[in-house]
């Protein structure tokens, strides 16, 4: 990804050994910014800090979570789904406010429907971003965007087809390049 144009990675704590994960590509991976995912609780949260991650990602809003990264400095993004969790997340303190799962319910347009009462709110929508809907999502007023399986696609991992990763990272960067320049 990195090679690709996209030096931002997060390691889902559902990727079997995940924090040595985290911990092997702080050290030998030190232009990459490595975060944690899928993180459910402070417990889980400090795990990963001491682990080196940069920044947390959380599928839902845990309170707790919040205030252990506000305290710590850390960058904080919060899930959330409805208006009321949205302004939760961003009174607690969150950085970003992901929306997930954005694409079951509305995509675009969905992210377009939460600014209007949130223009502040960096939102960032997870679960159906690929290439074809990233630049919708951007126009929509995403502040960035999460991407998943569309960019590691698992095939070409196990088959250890790196230029099939590179490739679609730069298709991104390229796709989101544009988009900004028309937002």
Do not use: N
Not at 112 to 129: I, M, R, S, W
Request: glycine letters at 10%; aromatic letters at 4%; charged letters at 20%.
């Amino acid at each position: 990804m990195a090679r690709g144009g996209i030096p931002i990675v997060e390691i889902t704590m559902t990727v079997p050994g995940a924090l040595q994960v985290i911990a092997d590509l702080v050290r030998d991976l030190p232009d990459v910014l490595v975060g944690a995912g899928t993180v459910l609780d402070a417990g889980m949260a400090r795990h990963c800090l001491e682990a080196g991650a940069a920044f947390l990602v959380s599928p839902g809003l845990d309170l707790e979570t919040v205030e252990l990264a506000t305290k710590r400095k850390i960058v904080m993004m919060a899930g959330a789904l409805t208006p009321t969790e949205v302004m939760s997340a961003w009174k607690a303190g969150a950085d970003f406010v992901k929306i997930f799962p954005c694409a079951q319910v509305g995509g675009p347009a969905y992210i377009k429907a939460l600014k209007g009462p949130f223009p502040q709110v960096p939102l960032v929508p997870t679960g159906g971003v690929s290439v074809e809907t990233a630049a919708d999502f951007l126009y929509a007023g995403a502040a960035a965007l999460g991407v998943g399986g569309e960019l590691l696609k698992k095939d070409a991992l196990q088959a250890r087809r790196d230029e099939v990763v590179v490739d679609l990272a730069r298709r991104f960067v390229q796709v989101v390049q544009e988009a900004r320049k028309r937002t």
